[in-house]
């Protein structure tokens, strides 16, 4: 069975950095993988992706140049680096995965095409 579980967040100061975990296991195939974030009283929304079958990635816009996916993949474990964390980043994130090749995208609504998901690590960035 795929598993995915999320790790690494906690409380940080503005301004500062985390970095999330995820360790993804039972995969028999190509994948990609996908961070995503939900505020109190917002909808979810994607935050960045990885493919493993030709390793791209994407950035929502609002992360570009602040968060960075990068992959090991023989530990199986996809990492968001977050710095420069303001408070409107505090969020629970998650992360997905879906069987796919070539590039991924991060666009609203795409999250209904991660058929995988792992428990939320919360992220809570505030003084």
């Known amino acids: 069975d795929v598993q995915l579980q999320a790790s690494g967040g906690g409380l940080v100061q503005p301004g500062g950095s985390l970095r999330l975990s995820c360790a993804a296991s039972?995969?028999?195939?190509?994948?990609?993988i996908g961070w995503f974030r939900q505020a109190p009283g917002k909808e979810r929304e994607g935050v960045s992706c990885?493919?493993?079958?030709?390793?791209?990635?994407a950035y929502a816009d609002s992360m570009k140049g602040r968060f960075t996916i990068s992959s090991d993949y023989a530990k199986n474990t996809v990492y968001l680096q977050m710095n420069s964390l303001k408070p409107e980043d505090t969020a629970v994130y998650y992360c997905?995965?879906?069987?796919?090749?070539?590039?991924?995208?991060?666009?609203?609504?795409?999250?209904?095409?991660?058929?995988?998901w792992g428990q939320g690590t919360l992220v809570t960035v505030s003084s």
């Open positions: 039972g995969f028999t195939f190509d994948y990609v």
């Open positions: 990885i493919s493993k079958s030709d390793g791209s990635t």
């Open positions: 997905a995965a879906v069987g796919a090749l070539g590039p991924c995208t991060v666009v609203p609504g795409n999250d209904r095409l991660y058929d995988y």
